[in-house]
């Protein structure tokens, strides 16, 4: 867990106009909750915000807020929520949620994939990127920036799932399903695309000799009266 400082001061204004005129003075509206404290709206620098943000492989990160003309200097603080304009991108608000070191949290946790599948590099395979974000209770100070799956080893048909990285992070719990898949190497296009031809040959093959069949069938005896 890295030492991330943040400035910000308290905002009294609130609704569309107070947002317009925070962007106008390069600054983002925000919101501190948590610990059973009333929640506190403020201010933060846009561009130093923007910086952190985009320097972390989640925004689902710790920092200390140090809010100005107030006693909380030092407020350790759980990246919840970040919302961006959705044509420009650009940061509209921000939740933060009051953390203790002393005391677990819920987080998502990103799944980075490194290295290059076998069965892609050597049988053209298709390597699909399963969920991208996994969730975790843990300490804060336990929290990964990220977990990395290498698929350099696996082959067409293989799959990492959850269950098979549990080990690697004992002090971490996982929330989600331990068979959620983070990876899987699908067969070449052009091979998924004959095996659907192929079955439909085999099914119109079969087809056609269930009707050469029936027309050999001898035709049944006439009722007796």
């Not at 919101?31 to 320097?55: A, D, F």
């Not at 991108?89 to 949620?97: A, S």
């Not at 390597?127 to 290498?150: A, F, N, W, Y």
Request: hydrophobic share 35%; glycine share 8%; aromatic share 4%.
């Amino acid at each position: 867990m890295n030492d991330i400082k943040l400035k910000s001061r308290i905002r009294e204004e609130t609704g569309t106009k107070m947002t317009r005129k925070l962007r106008s003075k390069g600054e983002v509206p925000g919101v501190l909750y948590g610990h059973r404290v009333e929640p506190i709206n403020l201010t933060l620098p846009e561009h130093e915000l923007w910086h952190i943000l985009h320097s972390a492989t989640s925004e689902h990160l710790i920092l200390t807020l140090d809010i100005e003309d107030t006693a909380e200097n030092d407020v350790l603080t759980l990246v919840r929520d970040v919302q961006h304009h959705p044509v420009t991108g650009d940061i509209l608000h921000v939740d933060f949620q009051r953390i203790s070191l002393t005391e677990k949290i819920k987080v998502g946790v990103p799944i980075i994939l490194s290295g290059t599948a076998r069965g892609v590099k050597e049988f053209g395979g298709v390597l699909d990127h399963g969920v991208r974000e996994v969730t975790t209770h843990c300490m804060p100070k336990q929290i990964p920036e990220s977990i990395e799956v290498d698929v350099s080893d696996m082959d067409i048909g293989d799959s990492v799932h959850i269950s098979d990285i549990v080990g690697r992070y004992p002090e971490l719990e996982f929330l989600d399903d331990s068979n959620v898949t983070l990876a899987h190497v699908s067969p070449p296009k052009k091979l998924e695309i004959f095996k659907e031809e192929l079955e439909g040959v085999e099914e119109a093959a079969a087809g056609e000799e269930g009707a050469v069949e029936k027309e050999k069938e001898p035709a049944g005896e006439g009722e007796e009266s």
